[in-house]
């Protein structure tokens, strides 16, 4: 069972698991054994997951999506099996609930008088300034 928080809980049947010869470190041994774990999820398929994540889910990572919309993952990273099942099923829970987080809406805001009145006083002093550096005016 995959628990990302309390709404989000995936069981492991959903999951497809292959594995394959890994490219790290592993020297003579990295030949034998196959250490790469690659996940696939049925993402519009599962029941685990509610709409609304599962929209800003592929809003988030279309690229890891496939054109069916499953979630491909493959972990490397390490010299055993179910280390590396374990890396993919920490990279699929923190993308979970990175969906699941709802971004805070941003209320924008208005200058405050004292912002203003700064801004504008700053403005009359480097025209002063700039005004005492022009050649006086010939009166005719």
């Known amino acids: 069972m995959l628990a990302v928080n309390d709404e989000i809980q995936v069981p492991e049947t959903e999951f497809e698991w292959s594995f394959a010869r890994s490219g790290g470190p592993g020297g003579q041994n990295v030949n034998k054994v196959a250490s790469k774990a690659i996940l696939r999820w049925n993402l519009p398929a599962s029941p685990s997951v509610p709409?609304?994540?599962?929209?800003?889910?592929?809003a988030l990572f279309r690229r890891r999506l496939t054109t069916e919309g499953e979630v491909v993952l493959t972990g490397?990273?390490?010299?055993?099996?179910e280390r590396n099942r374990q890396d993919c099923l920490e990279k699929l829970a923190e993308m979970l609930g990175q969906a699941a987080a709802i971004p805070e809406v941003r209320r924008p805001t208005k200058p405050t008088k004292g912002s203003k009145r700064r801004r504008l006083e700053a403005k009359r002093r480097q025209s002063?300034?700039?005004?005492?550096?022009?050649?006086?005016?010939?009166?005719?």
């Open 51 to 58: 709409a609304h994540v599962k929209d800003r889910f592929r």
């Open 76 to 81: 490397q990273r390490y010299r055993d099996q």
């Open 128 to 140: 002063a300034t700039k005004a005492r550096r022009r050649k006086p005016a010939l009166e005719e």
